[in-house]
């Protein structure tokens, strides 16, 4: 070495800043221990709670059966911060014993979890045909500006004490507790060691005992076998390469629900797509979502959707709060690999799928943490490319993982496309009043029913009952007609939303707040806001007068609009509408609606188009009296054809398109009635259909002869 080399020479409170910076919360710090017992071959780990109520006499033991260390293990692998020991394993396939896990662990660096928890720690460890093995560290040494490898530590050979009888295994005792442990901290613990298990899956392979002295304090925790019947929707699929290998999809009412049925729905080979913005083009084009681009293998999701509405529970959930604080504490989508958890995915307040996100925008039509129970399950070995954090928060999000987020995020999608639908179904039936649910008018009835319950009677009150009921009149001028949002450049889905984002707050105001009163003037001018807003957008969306218009002219200027788009994507439209007609093709509508709706379902045949993957995309339109007494603009694609059932692709909110909202053929359909004709989707023999589009989407908008 040259006089100019050197070394890195850390200072002993380095191990303190790992276990204090790396290691996020207590529950953490005990869930790295009980990994390195997995690691080790044990069928059980028991962990024991002492005295936690008083720091200084507390204890907190971890004990397990697994292989051991001996002397000399601990001295070289156990005591070596960053050690490459199970790193090795993984990249060699070499794995202990006959258990044959792949370690969870790679990086050396959990063990310092144990100074998260207590400020001395003694561990008994022993191997087969070895002697026991003890170590005492006591943390406060390392706190001084000595150098680290100046720090003692007792580390000793003994004949057995604790692992007698040829028995083999790891104890550690954490003493000098760092923390008062409260009621609500233990029962923390107690469900983040019970979540280290997939609850989908068996573990009798490797089973962990939680004990304390204050066995009251778990009471009333209800388990996943205890609300998972309450699921109304259950779903799994099988992840590989660009494909959802299999879906299976199954709603299952509860008993008292007669008047619904079950349903069933799988799905095999569905392509996983994505838009991406491509620099070179310069616009987001369809790109699939391949597994196979990086080391992730083969993924499978299991979901549990529940329902929280309060008429819903009514019918089959006894405990309706308990389920609530279940799904509070345990709800989210968590990750597996080898049946053991990923921190902190699902844990409270880590939306890492953006559920929560966007259900704020859309609440009738996404899914939230707090409704739906789900496991990510994953091959440790095949999944080398996702790269877990030094600090435990998840995978590093590299290329990798944002291949994978991506892949949960459309299978999901495609589950609650599904949901949507019997979701639908239950709110005709079991929702308060009963028949369908509107957007933001039935949130605005519950609204009116807490600004009565909640406000005390006065000039505000007054009010704000007062604007509540314009706005309700204004919306229903909107509803009417549910309109124009294509052709305007305006998107209905967009009124709604922000008018439900600030109706759900207004609620939660009046709801949450013991001082209603004094919240009353934030209410208040939150109505006004919302009531501006609808006021703006019903003055640009009135019915419009219907007169008489030539189909065929429509159709034209439609084409006009969306020519640009049309030819972006390389869309063939094939004309037929322009063939003589020997018919009338005038009819009584509002052109510039009807415009739009022709827009929107081209929009959706692009869509489809792009994903299916047609290499010669097609658009055949015409305009044909073959339907009796009505004059019908045919759109048929060579596409992929509808994935949903026709009847429910009308309804709000149900898509199967990857972020798609769901609203653009439930507008068509609300156009079509407000002209007092028909949106249809005919079978290919109800009309003269060339046969390359028989297979695709066919929709026709059906006009009435001689309508006035």
């Not at 390392?142 to 720090?151: E, G, S």
């Not at 369809?286 to 597994?291: G, Q, V």
Request: charged share 30%.
């Amino acid at each position: 070495m040259s006089n100019n080399d050197t070394n890195f020479r850390p200072k002993a409170r380095i191990i303190l800043q790992l276990g204090d910076q790396l290691i996020r919360s207590e529950s953490i710090a005990v869930l790295e221990l009980i990994k390195n017992s997995y690691d080790a071959c044990a069928k059980k780990v028991t962990i024991r709670m002492k005295n936690i109520e008083n720091p200084d006499q507390g204890q907190i033991i971890i004990e397990d059966d697994g292989y051991g260390m001996d002397h000399s293990l601990i001295k070289n692998v156990w005591l070596t911060p960053g050690t490459t020991h199970k790193k090795v394993q993984i990249e060699k396939e070499e794995f202990i014993g006959e258990c044959n896990r792949v370690p969870l662990g790679e990086k050396g660096i959990g063990r310092f979890g144990a100074h998260k928890l207590g400020q001395r720690i003694e561990m008994i460890s022993k191997k087969a045909d070895s002697q026991e093995a003890h170590l005492i560290i006591n943390w406060e040494d390392f706190d001084n500006d000595d150098m680290l490898d100046k720090v003692p530590i007792s580390l000793t050979e003994r004949n057995p004490e604790v692992f007698t009888d040829g028995k083999t295994g790891t104890k550690i005792i954490i003493s000098g507790l760092r923390s008062k442990w409260t009621r609500g901290a233990v029962r923390s613990m107690y469900r983040a060691i019970n979540s280290l298990n997939s609850p989908f899956e068996s573990t009798e392979s490797f089973k962990v005992v939680f004990k304390t002295d204050r066995p009251n304090w778990l009471g009333g925790l209800l388990s996943f076998k205890d609300i998972k019947d309450s699921a109304l929707f259950i779903a799994e699929a099988t992840l590989k390469d660009n494909e959802i290998k299999t879906l299976n999809y199954e709603f299952v009412p509860w008993a008292t629900m007669k008047e619904l049925q079950g349903r069933e729905y799988t799905a095999s080979g569905v392509s996983m797509v994505q838009k991406e913005y491509d620099e070179e083009a310069k616009k987001k084009i369809m790109k699939d979502i391949d597994l196979s681009d990086h080391k992730i293998g083969e993924i499978k999701l299991k979901l549990l959707i529940f329902d929280l509405d309060s008429n819903v529970l009514s019918l089959g959930v006894q405990d309706k709060q308990g389920l609530k604080s279940y799904l509070k504490d345990n709800g989210g989508v968590r990750v597996y690999r080898d049946g053991v958890r990923v921190y902190d995915y699902g844990e409270p307040g880590n939306d890492w799928l953006s559920l929560d996100l966007e259900r704020v925008n859309l609440p009738a039509a996404r899914l939230s943490n707090n409704i739906v129970i789900g496991a990510v399950s994953l091959d440790r070995l095949a999944s080398k490319d996702l790269i877990e954090k030094t600090n435990r928060e998840g995978f590093i999000e590299n290329d990798a993982f944002r291949t994978f987020y991506a892949a949960i995020r459309f299978t999901i999608s495609q589950v609650v496309a599904q949901r949507n639908i019997d979701k639908d179904k239950i709110r005709s039936h079991y929702s308060k009043g009963g028949g369908k649910q509107v957007p933001v008018a039935d949130n605005l009835e519950i609204l009116r029913q807490k600004v009565e319950d909640n406000l005390t009677p006065g000039e505000v009150k007054t009010d704000i009952l007062r604007k509540i009921s314009e706005i309700e009149d204004d919306y229903k001028t909107i509803s009417e007609v549910y309109i124009r949002s294509a052709s305007a450049g305006l998107s209905l889905s967009i009124v709604v939303h922000e008018i439900e984002k600030i109706v759900q707050e207004m609620l939660y105001v009046v709801e949450e707040s013991k001082k209603a009163d004094a919240e009353s003037e934030r209410i208040k001018n939150l109505t006004w806001h919302m009531g501006k807003l609808i006021d703006g957008y019903s003055g640009l969306i009135r019915r419009r007068s219907r007169k008489e218009s030539d189909l065929k002219q429509v159709v034209r200027q439609a084409l006009w609009n969306i020519s640009y788009r049309i030819k972006a994507h390389k869309v063939e439209v094939i004309d037929a509408w322009k063939e003589e007609k020997k018919f009338e093709t005038r009819v009584r509508c509002s052109d510039g609606l009807v415009v739009g709706t022709i827009i929107n379902i081209i929009d959706n045949s692009i869509w489809w188009l792009d994903y299916g993957k047609v290499q010669k995309k097609k658009l055949w339109i015409d305009v044909t009296d073959e339907l009796p007494g009505f004059v019908t603009i045919i759109l048929a694609d060579n596409g992929p054809g509808f994935t949903l059932p026709t009847e429910d692709v009308i309804k709000p909110f149900i898509s199967n398109k990857d972020g798609g909202i769901g609203i653009g053929l439930h507008i068509a359909y609300e156009i079509m009635n407000s002209q007092h004709g028909e949106l249809l989707f005919p079978s290919p023999d109800q009309f003269t259909i060339p046969e390359e589009f028989r297979a695709g989407a066919i929709v026709a908008l059906a006009f009435k002869l001689n309508e006035k």
